[in-house]
């Protein structure tokens, strides 16, 4: 299980004039995660949104008595606009250690691009890798935004308004789109909710930083077996992350919700 498919498995898994949107207060969400059925890691967010405004914060940790993944600790938060069903950020850092290893991603944004930006440790450009160039950084979310969908007032509760959108995704060393679709609706549990949430079928796009030959991008451009399940936040007209699936190359990666409650 690569490093990049591990992230894009919890990050399945954070101006035009703003519109009003109902408060969610804060939700905190916990969330199980598992590599072949086998506990893995745990991630908690919470996200708050007040009017126009929202933030999403949040932490994962693996189990340190598992092998299949390495130690891995991590921190981010993100902030920014909801703008109809799109979000515009302003701001995303994430920080995470990894065995010896440690790193740091900052990003700044304006009108929805990137103007400023912090990426350690700084990788090096490989033979066949698609250039970034500055366009890459404009129109982009990073991806802790990904995890809310906001729709307008009128499509609460509609589940084809909720899913069908494509996310631009940049992670400080690629940008990548995430197509969602809807697949199905149903209710879900966890300690804080009992309610409806909808399943959004993922497919990934790599537009830069990649190497398209490398069979692991092969792979995710082909898979067909992810989703993300997302419920509403509160009594707002955004959804968060529920719960994720996605199938690597040496097994699936899921990941549910056990509790998703507000304050």
């Given at each position: 299980m690569?490093?990049?498919?591990?992230a894009?498995?919890?990050?399945?898994?954070v101006?035009a004039?703003p519109?009003?949107?109902?408060?969610a207060g804060?939700?905190?969400?916990k969330?199980?995660v598992?590599?072949?059925?086998i506990g893995?890691a745990?991630?908690q967010?919470?996200?708050a949104?007040d009017g126009?405004?929202?933030?999403?914060?949040g932490s994962?940790?693996?189990?340190?008595?598992?092998?299949?993944?390495?130690s891995?600790k991590?921190s981010?938060?993100?902030?920014g606009?909801l703008?109809?069903?799109?979000?515009?950020p302003?701001?995303h850092e994430?920080?995470?250690?990894?065995?010896?290893k440690?790193?740091?991603?900052?990003?700044l944004?304006?009108?929805g691009?990137?103007?400023?930006q912090?990426?350690?440790?700084k990788?090096?450009?490989k033979?066949?890798?698609?250039p970034?160039v500055?366009?890459?950084l404009?129109?982009?979310?990073?991806p802790?935004?990904?995890l809310?969908?906001?729709v307008?007032?009128a499509?609460?509760?509609d589940?084809?308004?909720?899913c069908?959108?494509?996310?631009?995704?940049?992670?400080?060393n690629n940008r990548?789109?995430l197509?969602?679709?809807?697949?199905a609706?149903?209710?879900?549990r966890?300690?804080?909710?009992n309610?409806?949430a909808f399943?959004?079928?993922v497919?990934?796009?790599?537009?830069?930083?990649h190497r398209?030959?490398?069979k692991?991008?092969?792979?995710?451009?082909a898979?067909?077996d992810?989703?993300?399940?997302?419920?509403?936040?509160g009594?707002?007209?955004?959804?968060?992350l529920?719960?994720?699936?996605v199938?690597?190359r040496?097994?699936v990666?899921?990941?549910v919700a056990t509790a998703f409650?507000q304050?």
């Amino acid at each position: 299980m690569s490093k990049r498919t591990f992230a894009i498995s919890l990050g399945l898994v954070v101006l035009a004039l703003p519109l009003s949107y109902a408060s969610a207060g804060t939700v905190n969400s916990k969330l199980n995660v598992s590599f072949m059925g086998i506990g893995v890691a745990q991630m908690q967010n919470s996200y708050a949104i007040d009017g126009s405004r929202y933030s999403v914060s949040g932490s994962v940790k693996t189990n340190p008595l598992i092998s299949i993944v390495s130690s891995t600790k991590a921190s981010f938060r993100s902030n920014g606009v909801l703008n109809g069903s799109s979000l515009l950020p302003t701001q995303h850092e994430l920080t995470f250690s990894q065995k010896r290893k440690k790193g740091r991603l900052a990003l700044l944004f304006a009108n929805g691009n990137v103007t400023k930006q912090e990426v350690l440790p700084k990788k090096r450009f490989k033979k066949g890798q698609v250039p970034l160039v500055p366009a890459h950084l404009k129109a982009v979310l990073d991806p802790v935004s990904a995890l809310i969908f906001p729709v307008t007032q009128a499509k609460v509760g509609d589940g084809n308004s909720v899913c069908n959108r494509t996310v631009p995704v940049y992670d400080g060393n690629n940008r990548l789109n995430l197509k969602f679709s809807y697949k199905a609706s149903h209710t879900v549990r966890a300690k804080g909710f009992n309610g409806p949430a909808f399943v959004c079928s993922v497919r990934y796009q790599p537009i830069a930083g990649h190497r398209p030959e490398r069979k692991n991008t092969k792979f995710m451009v082909a898979n067909r077996d992810m989703e993300v399940t997302m419920a509403r936040l509160g009594n707002s007209n955004a959804y968060g992350l529920f719960a994720f699936r996605v199938k690597t190359r040496r097994g699936v990666a899921k990941g549910v919700a056990t509790a998703f409650h507000q304050n």
